[in-house]
C-alpha cells in the first residue's frame, strides 16, 4: 500500500507538471497539456495493457454485467478528469486529500440506495470531513511571494469528483460477484477513450521530446499503483492497510512543498488533518462493523 501511494504521487506529480507546462531542474517541459489529453493518454496506455492481459487469459473485455462495468466507467472517468483538474488549480496536497472524502460518499450514497445504516459515531466522523473541508475553503496558499486565496470553485469540484469515486466504488463491490479485476480496470479507458480522443481533436499538444516519455511514465505508474493497491487489500488484513493508503497527503504535502512552492496557510493544514482523521475512523468503524 505504501508503494501504490507513492505511484499514485509520481502519477500526480506528472499531471501537476505537464498540466502547467511549468520548466525545472527537476523535469523540463516544453509543452502545456490539457486536461482531457492527459486523460486521453493514460487510457491508452491502461487499455493496452488491461486488453493484452485479458486477451492472454482468454477472456472477453465486455465482461458479464455490462451495465455494471459502464457506471463504474463512466463514473471513473468523471472523477478522474475533475481530480487532474483540481491538482492544476488547486495545491497537489489539498487535491489529493479532497479525493480521500470519496469513502464518506459511499457510506452515504450505500445509505440511500443500499439502506445500510449510519451510526451516530460515523455521522460525527462525517462532520468532522466536512469541517476540514470548510477550513480548506476559507484558508490560502503560498505560492513563491503571492499569498492567494483557495478558490471554493475548485474545492467543490474536488468534492464532485470524490462523489463520482463513490459511486465507481460501489460498483466495484457489486461487480466482484461476476468480473474479473481485469474487466472492472478496462472500462474506464474503454470509455474515455472515445471521449477524450474526440474532445482532444479541439485542442490536441503534440508531445516534445521527453515528453512522450512523462506521458508514457503516466501510464505506467497509474496501472503499477492499481496493481499493487488491489494486491494489498487481497493479500493483507484491510483493518491494518486501510490507514497506509491516506499516507498519499503526507506525500503530497512535501512535494507540494518541495517541488511547487506550495506553502499552505495552517487552516488549510488541519482542515487536511480532520478530512484524514474523519475518512479514517469512519472507513475503520465500516469494517469493523461488517466484520462483526
Known sequence: MIGSGLCFMIVNFFV???GSGESNSLLPVYSKFPTHELVLFRSIISFSISAYLLQKRNLSILGTNRKGLFVRGFSGMIALTLFF????????????TLQYLAPIFTII??????????SILQWI????ALLGVGMIGFSKVDLHVHSIPISWEWVSIG???AIFSGIAYISVVKLKRTETPLNIVIYFP???????????????VVPQYEEWIYLFLLGVFTQIAQVLMTKAFLT??????????????IYALFIGYYLFDENL?????????LILIGVLINVLVKRKVKST
Open 16 to 18: 501537476k507538471i505537464l
Open 265 to 273: 496557510a495552517n487552516l488549510s493544514l488541519i482542515g487536511i488533518f
Open 85 to 96: 483538474y483540481t491538482i492544476h488549480h488547486l495545491p497537489i496536497a489539498i487535491a489529493s
Open 125 to 128: 466522523c462525517i462532520l468532522i
Open 190 to 204: 474503454m470509455l474515455s477513450l472515445p471521449v477524450m480522443g474526440v474532445w482532444s481533436l479541439f485542442d490536441f
Open 109 to 118: 450514497l450505500a445509505a440511500i440506495f443500499v439502506k445500510e445504516k449510519i
Open 236 to 249: 493483507g488484513d484491510v483493518g491494518i492497510i486501510t490507514p497506509f493508503q491516506y499516507l498519499g497527503s
Open 159 to 161: 468534492i464532485i469528483s
